[in-house]
């Protein structure tokens, strides 16, 4: 899953940035709002967009209503320090989906985040399950008739970004954008190797593939 991360604060960000890459999350940082806007109208496929509103050059606030005003759903979680509520008040009505306050507890963070991605995908259970194998993502556990798989980093992805949207089906490129920042180097055949260590682990019926288009996991 892909984040964008809008933090003008470098302390701040460097931790936030660790702690979201550390849950195989790629993510994009910037640090003022018209490099936000840009990133959001050069990109369509943020998952999330995690937003500071104090910016340098643009307020926050001004970038979630340019977004809405694009029709761009992205969710967006609000971090800021402003805490009244009057500016919680102004923030929501204004397009985010939910707010939290600085200093924030980062596994509070994480948990607002995972329940944004699973709201966003229409799923309201945490835990997704199909035949035999049951997929944790606030653990990060998969289970195959009852005993762990182990993936990889990049495995993990993968699997996250096809179970967020079941029945949905996500190209090559698509899945590459679910998987990479700015700054990683994208192998030309990374997206086949790692869905071919995933049939390996979790069987052939989890993903399948539509030819001439791309991978799909089937609806529940």
Do not use: C
């Not at 963070?109 to 945490?126: H, N, Q, V």
């Amino acid at each position: 899953m892909r984040l964008l991360l809008v933090e003008d604060d470098v302390m701040i960000g460097e931790v936030v940035l660790d702690l979201l890459r550390d849950e195989h999350y790629a993510v994009d940082w910037v640090k003022d709002g018209e490099m936000a806007d840009t990133a959001l109208v050069q990109s369509q496929s943020y998952d999330l967009v995690l937003l500071d509103l104090g910016l340098p050059r643009r307020d926050g606030l001004d970038v979630l209503r340019a977004m809405r005003a694009r029709k761009d759903r992205t969710p967006v979680l609000v971090a800021t320090a402003r805490d009244s509520v009057g500016a919680r008040i102004a923030g929501l009505d204004a397009g985010a989906d939910d707010y939290v306050l600085k200093p924030y507890d980062l596994d509070e963070l994480l948990a607002r985040i995972r329940a944004l991605l699973r709201r966003s995908a229409g799923r309201a259970e945490p835990v997704f399950e199909y035949k035999n194998i049951t997929i944790n993502p606030a653990t990060r556990e998969v289970m195959v008739d009852g005993a762990a798989a182990t993936l990889s980093a990049r495995e993990w992805a993968v699997l996250e970004a096809l179970i967020a949207r079941p029945g949905a089906v996500l190209s090559r490129p698509q899945l590459e954008e679910k998987l990479y920042s700015w700054r990683d180097e994208v192998s030309s055949n990374a997206v086949e190797v790692y869905i071919h260590g995933l049939r390996k682990k979790l069987g052939s019926d989890l993903i399948q593939n539509v030819r001439g288009v791309g991978y799909m996991v089937p609806k529940l």
